[in-house]
């Protein structure tokens, strides 16, 4: 048997940017128009691919190729030198997911229909998107849970109340009304005592 692989440490600014192309891809489409926020989102790519520590520009320009065609050889070069030089002066300090997901304008929408684990939806407040967060949990939880019991062969919980309801109120199963069925009993249960003969 192969040994099973590992897999490679969690790097977060590698996460993050598949968080930033996924909510471009979501926003605009496969290409970015040519305009001033798509040239801003075009920076905020470098500066991530500048720390990552890889051949930033090659991977910069295989990007830009499909998504941001407008993107010349020497937007790529200026993108990639002021986000390095950038890293150079401050070390490899990146913006936190507040401060980011204001600057993008990220919506709590947007955050949920990506999938973004590592930026923060701007219009609600620490607290708000905690509870958020939590209440989602929550949820996730409750239906690991009923998926579980249903593996196991717990019936569901309104199946069981349905089948309790029947059992206790027979003339739900027998289709008939409540007075009917007690009428019914009454008659079933008069039973004519045979007549005593003299002794």
């Known amino acids: 048997m192969s040994p099973k692989s590992k897999r490679p440490p969690f790097n977060r600014n590698c996460k993050r940017l598949r968080d930033l192309k996924r909510l471009f891809l979501h926003r605009h489409g496969p290409t970015l128009p040519n305009d001033e926020e798509s ?12 720390r990552l520590h890889g051949n930033a520009r090659e991977k910069l320009n295989r990007w ?9 050889s020497a937007d790529i070069d200026a993108a990639v030198a002021k986000a390095s030089a950038e890293m150079a002066a401050v070390g490899p300090v990146g913006w936190s997911d507040a401060d980011l997901g204001e600057r993008i304008g990220l919506t709590y929408i947007e955050r949920e229909a990506c999938a973004i684990t590592t930026i923060a939806p701007c219009e609600l407040t620490r607290a ?11 949820k996730r939880n409750a239906a690991r849970m009923r998926e579980k019991r249903r593996k196991d062969g717990v019936r569901p919980r309104e199946l069981y109340l349905a089948t309790a309801r029947e059992a206790q109120k027979p003339w739900f199963a027998m289709g008939i009304s409540r007075a009917t069925w007690y009428n019914r009993q009454k008659r079933a249960a008069k039973v004519v005592a045979p007549s005593k003969g003299r002794p």
């Open 128 to 138: 708000e998107f905690q509870e958020r967060q939590r209440e989602k949990r929550r």
């Open 39 to 50: 040239r801003y989102y075009f920076r905020l790519l470098a500066h991530h691919q500048v």
């Open 64 to 72: 830009a190729e499909v998504a941001a065609p407008w993107a010349t």
